[in-house]
């Protein structure tokens, strides 16, 4: 008996490895050499290829495809319908699959519904991808990222709050951690409840 959840209208492969906790929803199909961690959520019509790898707690919701070469971290959201490409230049009378292009999504990061991330990009830590933005290169760590294509407009939290940086570190509302912004990168100084 395995210990995660699958609707019985769901498939899940031979060769697919499927970590404890995880609920797979109506519809979703699993492909042989997928890896998904534990304590995931796969929302309906979610297909997982062959040659992805998902890590721990990771949320993907209504009608994602998750193409081999994508790698999801711990704590990633996809939101409903978001979209991931593995080649850049697709022809149906050509195959290219010995030119898929490797997408990493860092820990902790959210993609908006209908968001584009074409292949190749690495989206920084807690980076937050905007509702239908196209994402088609590097995101830093924190980045707020809106629009076609996709460029940074503010910064969040780790918690999910926008921050408002101005001179000098600044807190979060919310949970009040703290972060400087240096050459156009963002890094937290202080969590609370951090050890000192």
Request: aromatic share 8%; proline share 4%.
């Amino acid at each position: 008996m395995p210990d995660y959840f699958a609707h019985q209208s769901s498939y899940i492969d031979d060769g697919a490895s499927i970590g404890a906790g995880t609920k797979i929803w109506h519809f979703c199909h699993v492909l042989p050499g997928a890896v998904i961690g534990e304590r995931c959520n796969l929302g309906q019509n979610v297909v997982v290829m062959g040659g992805t790898r998902i890590g721990n707690n990771v949320k993907i919701q209504n009608n994602v495809s998750v193409y081999e070469g994508v790698i999801l971290e711990d704590d990633v959201f996809c939101g409903p319908s978001c979209v991931f490409t593995n080649v850049s230049t697709p022809r149906s009378h050509v195959s290219r699959k010995s030119e898929y292009q490797r997408t990493l999504v860092r820990r902790g990061s959210s993609i908006g519904a209908n968001a584009t991330i074409v292949c190749g990009a690495t989206l920084g830590e807690y980076c937050f991808i905007g509702a239908g933005a196209v994402v088609r290169g590097e995101v830093p760590a924190y980045a707020l990222m809106v629009g076609v294509p996709a460029r940074r407009v503010g910064w969040m939290c780790q918690c999910g709050i926008r921050l408002e940086l101005r001179d000098g570190p600044a807190a979060c509302r919310s949970c009040g951690a703290a972060y400087r912004e240096e050459a156009g990168l963002l890094r937290q100084i202080d969590r609370p409840g951090a050890a000192s």
